[in-house]
């Protein structure tokens, strides 16, 4: 049988392992500029961790793990007859695969809520499953990648998320646009117009702006129940121009009579004023940015590449209530989410990656016997001590083998002793790129190569 995978995971392979590594540092090192901790959770939660947090879809999408033993023991006959998919994962499964980072960050702020100092400011980056069905661009396995900030209301946290993102992308080389927006001036906007229970529609509806034009966006909030009167109010508001500025007094104006409206504006005003001329990306206010309506309540954001025809490449928002769930009201917080295999799709189109990053070994000592191998040895230990990524070829092969190994991982120094380089003390270096060929002193070639690396 030809062995496999399941549908929607795949294989990482060494070049494709440095890649995901040189994401996954960078960013890593620009939250740990910013103070925030790492924390790991299980792979996997318990079902009653996981059930009803994601919504009826989700609650279908999750991976269930049947309980170990003999699962069945405590399934009577009738139950299996009845054929009730949902009420025998119940009986069979207690525990699930963890469907993203937030819902088990929520569950580990409650159980560790003694010991954490706060505010605390955690990134994770670990795999999560969906039971989805395969697609381009959708697996059923794939990597998140989430810092928060919790207990604290302060909008220097969201500054400070915008400063992470800014310095990110900045450092993969990548052009972006981040888009901002607020969940209580959309509220403010539906109650202006008389159609607070519309919030969702409408949003959905503005969200669409771009791919289906202004008169399908107006078509379509007719189907949702809004009236001619209302949706004549809400045109200012979708076909907002100008800059970030001109587009705030715009909205101001509009939701003179809305208290949450009005914070709303406040909020996105001061976290744009404390950015202003600071961030080597352009921020922009888009009122047609509406992430997760039922979760976020004040500040959301979005990044695009402006590069690379793709989706949204990081989000996240500030929201009330994470701990909620699990019975400890009141732990607000703020976070965004890198999505690290859109950003890995980005960085191979532009070709973004620096050769350091992911080449691998950097030089070779090629095996001509015993005598040769033991005089090489030393050499490579001293390489390694200086940071250099060496090897020594295991088996005294063919010089062509052991040359076509050296092109195949794409090394680009190869060093080769013979009786003449041992009798003076030296090892010939020869560079892979240029073909040239130089006899050196131990020392000479580790500061040569070095310098190279």
């Known amino acids: ?53 994601y919504g009826e879809e989700g609650d279908k999408l999750l991976f269930k793990i049947l309980n170990s033993g003999d699962f069945l023991s405590k399934v009577s006959d009738e139950e299996l007859q009845e054929r009730n998919a949902l009420h025998l994962a119940a009986r069979l499964c207690e525990k699930g695969l963890r469907y993203d980072l937030t819902v088990p960050f929520a569950r580990y702020v409650v159980m560790h809520r003694e010991e954490l100092q706060l505010p605390f400011k955690r990134y994770q980056v670990q795999p999560v499953w969906r039971a989805d069905r395969p697609q381009k661009g959708r697996y059923r396995e794939f990597y998140q990648f989430d810092g928060d900030v919790v207990g604290s209301d302060s909008l220097l946290n969201e500054v400070e998320l915008m400063q992470i993102v800014d310095t990110v992308f900045t450092r993969f080389g990548v052009r972006v646009q981040i888009k901002i927006n607020n969940r209580k001036i959309l509220s403010g ?40 009167e209302q949706i004549e109010k809400l ?19 509009v939701l003179a009579d809305s208290e949450t409206g009005m914070k709303g504006v406040e909020e996105t005003r001061y976290i744009l004023n404390v950015l202003s001329g600071s961030l080597k990306n352009e921020l922009e206010l888009d009122l047609t940015l509406a992430r997760g309506l039922n979760y976020y309540t004040g500040a959301i954001f979005e990044v695009k590449a402006l590069d690379v025809q793709i989706g949204s490449i990081t989000g996240g928002g500030r929201y009330d209530n994470l701990t909620g769930i699990f019975g400890m009201p009141g732990i607000s917080g703020v976070g965004i989410s890198f999505g690290v295999d859109r950003i890995y799709d980005v960085l191979n189109q532009l070709d973004a990656y620096p050769k350091d990053a992911i080449s691998s070994t950097r030089l070779l000592f090629i095996n001509f016997g015993e005598k040769e191998t033991a005089y090489c040895m030393p050499i490579a230990a001293r390489a390694r001590q ?11 092969a063919k010089m062509k083998k052991q040359m076509a190994y050296a092109n195949q991982k794409q090394i680009p120094f190869v060093a080769l002793a013979g009786d003449n380089e041992i009798a003076e003390g030296k090892v010939t270096l020869k560079d892979m790129t240029t073909g040239e060929q130089t006899m050196l002193t131990a020392d000479e070639l580790i500061k040569k190569v070095g310098e190279l690396s």
């Open 1 to 53: 049988m030809k062995p496999s995978i399941p549908k929607g995971t795949r294989d990482f392979g060494p070049q494709e392992m440095a890649r995901r590594n040189y994401i996954f540092n960078t960013i890593r090192e620009v939250y740990e500029l910013y103070g925030f901790q790492q924390i790991e959770t299980p792979a996997m939660e318990t079902l009653q961790t996981l059930m009803g947090k």
């Open 386 to 396: 200086a940071g250099i990524r060496t090897e020594v070829f295991p088996d005294a």
């Open 189 to 228: 906007i539906a109650e202006v117009i008389g159609a607070a229970d519309k919030i969702v529609d409408i949003t959905v509806a503005i969200d669409k702006l771009d791919k289906i034009g202004i008169d399908n966006v107006n078509a379509e909030l007719r189907e949702d129940g809004l009236t001619e």
């Open 235 to 253: 045109q200012p508001i979708i076909l907002l121009q100008g800059t970030n500025e001109e587009k705030l007094d715009t909205i101001a104006k």
